[in-house]
């Protein structure tokens, strides 16, 4: 049965790929780090939108649970389609790591104030060196939910739940009682692609403003 419709896929894997990609590039090629944080900016302002308007196992409702459900999972629930409660929050965390990253990236500036993030000149220098102290920082709490994010899909390969098949062709085997995917109609994804395409555009444009 389908698990992941081909958006989420597309998003986690251009995440993934991105990410690793500004790591590359934060030394020596901070245009290019720039380029692809506007990118990842736009992938998540799409991720937000489907969160909200997307298909059944995208959407945020469906596998951010309070603690209730968090403790009933660990007790052995079972968890329906999609992220498992105690992943969910993991999800939820590391989107808004990255949310905290990117919009820090916007305002940093280097030590010698030759390359700094579109938004920087409206702040001030000593601000702009605080904003880049927190990329570090976030960074480093990024990496750390990063590694995470592995080890337990790793511990769920252990236990011979394969994960990372699903993430790739969007299909898993059916459990009981577990209900398809309930796919968004498409001019929802017509209006996440405008929004992400806008952000990312808008940052684009925005850097080239500021660099004439
Ligand atoms: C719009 C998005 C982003 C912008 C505009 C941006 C901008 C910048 C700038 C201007 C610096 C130089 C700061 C300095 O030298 O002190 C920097 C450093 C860095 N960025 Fe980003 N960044 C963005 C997104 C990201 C993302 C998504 C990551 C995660 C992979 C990331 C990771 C880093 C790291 C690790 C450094 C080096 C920090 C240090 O050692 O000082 N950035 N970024
Ligand atoms: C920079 C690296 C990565 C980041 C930031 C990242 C982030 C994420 C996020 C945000 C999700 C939630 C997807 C959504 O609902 O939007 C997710 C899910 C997932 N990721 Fe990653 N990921 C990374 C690397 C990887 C790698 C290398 C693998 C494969 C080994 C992987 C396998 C998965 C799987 C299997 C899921 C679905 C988990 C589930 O069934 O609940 N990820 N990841």
Excluded at 176 to 184: K, N, R, S
Aim: proline share 4%; net charge neutral.
């Amino acid at each position: 049965m389908r698990v992941w419709d081909l958006p989420i896929r597309l998003f986690h894997w251009l995440l993934a790929a991105l990410i690793a990609f500004s790591w590359w590039a934060h030394e020596d090629h901070l245009d290019w780090h720039r380029l692809s944080g506007f990118a990842i900016a736009g992938l998540l302002v799409f991720r937000l939108w489907w969160g909200l308007a997307g298909s059944s196992t995208a959407r945020f409702s469906s596998f951010v649970k309070g603690t209730g459900g968090v403790l009933a999972y660990l007790r052995g629930a079972p968890a329906g389609p999609g992220h498992n409660p105690l992943g969910g929050w993991s999800v939820a965390a590391m989107l808004a790591t990255l949310i905290i990253q990117i919009a820090l990236g916007l305002f940093s500036v280097d030590q010698d104030g030759f390359e700094s993030g579109p938004l920087a000149r409206l702040v001030d220098f000593d601000t702009g060196r605080l904003a880049a102290a927190g990329h570090e920082l976030v960074f480093n709490l990024l990496v750390g939910l990063i590694v995470l994010h592995l080890l337990a899909i790793g511990w769920y390969g252990v236990q011979r739940k394969n994960l990372v098949g699903p993430m790739i062709t969007g299909r898993t085997t059916a459990s009981d009682g577990a209900t398809e995917l309930e796919p968004a109609p498409i001019w929802k994804l017509l209006v996440g692609l405008i929004l992400g395409l806008t952000t990312s555009g808008g940052l684009f444009m925005l850097e080239r403003a500021s660099s004439l």
